[in-house]
């Protein structure tokens, strides 16, 4: 029986298992496949404090070695259910069950990618899912989005910034953004749209040359270094959700402290309802949640 069991080891995880060791909690980390989670896919993070550049896995890193120095237990599974006990919480993987007074669900959310060519093998390599971690990389440059929802008009108005050019592919014959937002991309002489736009294949030999699409039936390619892909994300957390409310994106849905709708359960980083997506409000999730946990634990 553990104190405290947090599932999923990206940021919000890590720091987890760090604020509850150092509470003196008894701590099992639950990890499905590596450490670090998105923040691994970008190879420079220059927006994360103390740091004017550091690759995603190099910080991974550091965490996990801070967590393992700490004193928590790990285990690489992956969590497929839980289950609240007489005692407690059961959380059953595809390698064990394990039980926890306290349960700390950081799952992610993964981005929802296109499945064609050339995609996995060009991720942080020219493909990219966040205009804000990896946009100043590609400065002067052109660029462009695949999407046309919220997300996609919100990367495309902030490259705008630093680009010479951004060309937004959208598979339908509009723009399903907010207003506001469908404003600003049709107003600023940077940003162009491609409607009807399916994207085929990322082209490129270690990096990034051209995205290829199709409109109307037509093959065309447009060269880029940078292509992002803004078409939706997918929670992790709805997977748990007979046990811990979740809203209609499977996000679970957690207060301000990250409590869940379950009494010991506490949701952090970017499987919960919240507005901003990045390393450092992870971070801060993952420490309001252990927190949350210890508090909860020293009043049963």
Request: net charge negative; hydrophobic share 40%; aromatic share 6%.
């Amino acid at each position: 029986m553990f104190d405290i069991i947090v599932v999923g080891a990206g940021p919000a995880g890590l720091t987890a298992a760090i604020y509850g060791c150092r509470a003196g909690k008894s701590v099992l980390l639950i990890e499905k496949s590596g450490f670090g989670g998105q923040m691994t896919n970008s190879p420079k993070i220059e927006n994360y404090p103390a740091f004017t550049s550091v690759s995603g896995t190099e910080l991974a890193d550091r965490m996990v070695e801070q967590v393992m120095a700490q004193g928590a237990e790990v285990e690489f599974a992956e969590a497929n259910k839980i289950s609240k006990t007489e005692n407690g919480f059961l959380v059953e993987t595809d390698n064990g069950s394990y039980f926890g007074d306290s349960v700390i669900i950081a799952v992610g959310a993964k981005h929802r990618r296109l499945g064609v060519p050339g995609e996995d093998a060009l991720i942080g390599n020219g493909v990219s899912f966040c205009a804000v971690c990896d946009g100043a990389f590609f400065a002067g440059q052109e660029v462009c989005v695949i999407g046309g929802g919220n997300s996609a008009l919100q990367e495309a108005i902030q490259l705008s910034e630093n680009c010479s050019a951004v060309t937004v592919l959208q598979n339908l014959d509009r723009l399903t953004g907010e207003g506001k937002l469908i404003e600003a991309v049709l107003s600023s002489p940077k940003i162009k749209v491609i409607y009807g736009a399916a994207v085929t294949e990322f082209v490129g030999k270690g990096e990034l040359s051209g995205v290829k699409y199709t409109v109307n039936g037509e093959n065309l390619l447009l060269p880029v270094k940078g292509a992002f892909v803004a078409v939706g994300l997918i929670p992790e957390a709805g997977r748990f959700a007979e046990v811990i409310a979740t809203d209609n994106y499977g996000c679970g849905i957690a207060d301000e402290g990250c409590a869940s709708s379950m009494e010991g359960i506490f949701i952090a980083g970017d499987c919960r309802t919240k507005t901003v997506r990045q390393v450092s409000t992870a971070i801060g999730d993952g420490a309001c949640a252990a927190l949350a946990a210890c508090k909860y634990l020293e009043n049963r």
